[in-house]
Structure formats: structure tokens, C-alpha cells
């Protein structure tokens, strides 16, 4: 059972970066997603998550309007595409599944957002 980020890296202000989280040893569909980010001296904080119907979808307001979730059922993966990145972005993103006592975090790609 694991999540395995991909997609981070450095961009310009401005920019964008699409990650990917793809889950294996279980089925994404069944699980609230969501993702995180944690930058340097500050604590982890949620971004943005979707529950298991894809009906009820939630943005911190630092991100709302510039980044979306999405998840593809049959590619079992969870995605969050950024755009007008601001150089406060900067952080190690992390991906996480939850249901019941199922809590499965990914491992965090880094995003420098820098001129």
C-alpha cells in the first residue's frame, strides 16, 4: 500500500506544476483525498481535499481559484493542478487518503517557486 507523488520542481512566479499522486495496493475511489504542504519552519497544512462521492471539495483560501484537485478512478491517481504560483507556495506537497483507520500519507515532491 503506498501513495508515490510525482511533478514537483522549480518554477517561475506565474507558472504552474500539475503533481500527481498515484496509489497502489488499494483504490483510491473508496478514500477522502486531499492534499498538504509544509514549508520550511512552519507546520503541515491542508490545501485542499475531496470526499469519496467527489461531491463536497474544500480550498484553504491561500490556494482557491488557482489550484484544483482531481482524482482519475481508473488511472487510480489524485492530482493537483497549480497555476499562478506565488513564491509563498514553496514547500513539500504531500498527498493523503483516508477512510475509517486507513490514513495513507505519500512521501512529499518538492515545489520552489522562484525567479
Known amino acids: 500500500v503506498q501513495l508515490v507523488e510525482s511533478g514537483g520542481g522549480l518554477v517561475q512566479p506565474g507558472g504552474s506544476l500539475r503533481l500527481s499522486c498515484a496509489a497502489s495496493?488499494?483504490?483510491?475511489?473508496?478514500?477522502?483525498i486531499g492534499w498538504f504542504r509544509q514549508a520550511p519552519g512552519k507546520e503541515r497544512e491542508g490545501i485542499s481535499c475531496?470526499?469519496?462521492?467527489?461531491?463536497?471539495?474544500w480550498y484553504a483560501d491561500s490556494v482557491k481559484g488557482r489550484f484544483t484537485i482531481s482524482r482519475d478512478i481508473a488511472e487510480n491517481t489524485l492530482y493537483l493542478q497549480m497555476n499562478s504560483l506565488k513564491p509563498e507556495d514553496t514547500a513539500v506537497y504531500y498527498c493523503n487518503a483516508l477512510a475509517g483507520l486507513s490514513n495513507y500519507w505519500g512521501q512529499g515532491t518538492q515545489v520552489t517557486v522562484s525567479s
Open positions: 495496493g488499494f483504490t483510491l475511489g473508496y478514500y477522502a
Open positions: 475531496i470526499d469519496t462521492t467527489d461531491a463536497e471539495i
